[in-house]
């Protein structure tokens, strides 16, 4: 999909949101949701989305949802890294199918960088649910501390 479109309401990320689909979520407020990536390219990969905003990209997305995202980016990213410890962390987000996009709800990807360790395929593999059920309850202790 190119970054000219209409906004697809059965995106994955839609029926999350909706909560029709599940998710390992690790914050939610009025605006915002965040959740581990299901396909994660490195141990503590997550994802942070506005609720409210019908759009699919960095382009459509209201300045006010945004900042809401932002914020809760920077308060995950600060939990992620007290947590796990990486060495480094990348903040990323894609807009469009060339540019590496594949879920066309906007959002912005936290994925902890490890010395030595190379980057997994993006969306690629499906994490094993146990271990992302274990991380989930030490990143939610770790936000909600
Ligand atoms: P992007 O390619 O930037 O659109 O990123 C979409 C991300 O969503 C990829 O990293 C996928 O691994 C991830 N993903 C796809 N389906 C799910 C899902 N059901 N739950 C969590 N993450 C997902």
Same mark, same amino acid.
């Given at each position: $999909? ?9 995106? !994955?990320?839609?029926?999350? !949101? ?15 949701? @965040? +959740?581990?990536?299901? +396909? ?20 459509? &997305? ?6 809401? &995202? $932002? ?8 939990? !992620? &890294? ?8 990348? &903040? ?30 993006? @969306? ?22």
């Amino acid at each position: $999909m190119s970054l000219q479109g209409t906004y697809d309401p059965q995106n !994955i990320f839609a029926q999350i !949101i909706r909560g029709d689909a599940p998710c390992y979520k690790l914050y939610e407020d009025d605006d915002v949701l @965040a +959740f581990l990536d299901l +396909f994660p390219q490195s141990h503590g990969h997550a994802l942070v989305v506005p609720k409210r905003s019908a759009a699919r990209n960095i382009l459509e &997305v209201d300045p006010d949802a945004l900042c809401k &995202v $932002m914020g809760v980016v920077q308060r995950l990213t600060r939990a !992620i &890294v007290d947590e796990l410890n990486p060495d480094g962390v990348q &903040v990323a987000q894609f807009n469009g199918a060339p540019a590496g996009q594949t879920v066309f709800h906007i959002h912005v990807h936290i994925v902890p960088r490890y010395a030595g360790q190379g980057l997994g395929i993006h @969306a690629a593999q499906k994490a094993d649910p146990a271990e992302l059920e274990q991380l989930q309850a030490r990143l939610v202790r770790r936000i909600d501390g």
